[in-house]
């Protein structure tokens, strides 16, 4: 590996899972992000924090509620709400799909995302003979897509994960925004507020 620069092999797909959140999501108008996660090698099980989103705080009660109640989670907290997103602490019982990730050296690289039943996964490998062992035991299984397969040995600095402490203090700000800033930050960015030189006024 040279100097700042990661080698890797990334996979980006969407699958089919009969798990918790991809059933909630099929049934109802909820989008369920999962940022952090731990599996335990003792007993299987997952110990996720779960984004949710609707377009509309029904639709979030609805949605939460499907997921509390759901087969498979053995533990379900509510940590927030606020209008139409919520945050929830969820155990679930077990994740025989991560584990086949894990068991042919890969990693997963990014946030899970459950929408429509379908959730997409961001995973890391240390080369392609370990991505296409993972994708053919996981196809056997589940339905899937592959929607983009990367090698990055030349393609990433390693500077974008020593200021992950600074990225996840801006994500955590824009979190606590309420929709109407959110709205005007979103469109001075669009509208290039924020560039140099700026192509954009208040």
């Not at 949710?52 to 029904?58: D, L, N, Q, T």
């Not at 969820?90 to 459950?114: H, Q, Y």
């Not at 890391?124 to 370990?130: E, P, S, V």
């Not at 983009?148 to 824009?174: K, M, N, W, Y």
Request: net charge negative.
């Amino acid at each position: 590996m040279a100097d700042g620069v990661l080698s890797m092999y990334r996979v980006t797909l969407d699958t089919r899972l009969d798990c918790p959140l991809g059933r909630v999501t099929a049934a109802h108008d909820v989008t369920l992000t999962t940022p952090y996660w731990n599996l335990s090698p003792e007993t299987g099980r997952c110990d996720l924090w779960v984004e949710a989103s609707s377009p509309g705080r029904s639709q979030l009660e609805s949605g939460i509620r499907a997921l509390r109640d759901a087969d498979g989670v053995s533990y379900f907290e509510l940590k927030r709400k606020r209008g139409s997103h919520a945050t929830a602490h969820v155990v679930l019982e077990e994740t025989v799909a991560i584990e086949t990730v894990l068991a042919n050296g890969g990693a997963v690289i990014g946030p899970l995302r459950d929408r429509d039943g379908w959730e997409r996964w961001h995973l890391g490998f240390a080369d392609a003979d370990a991505a296409a062992a993972t994708l053919d035991s996981l196809d056997r299984r589940y339905e899937l897509a592959v929607v983009e397969q990367t090698p990055l040995d030349d393609s990433i600095p390693t500077d974008v994960f020593r200021h992950f402490h600074e990225a996840a203090t801006l994500l955590d700000g824009c979190d606590r925004l309420t929709d109407t800033e959110a709205r005007v930050l979103r469109t001075a960015v669009e509208h290039g507020y924020y560039e140099t030189p700026r192509s954009e006024s208040l």
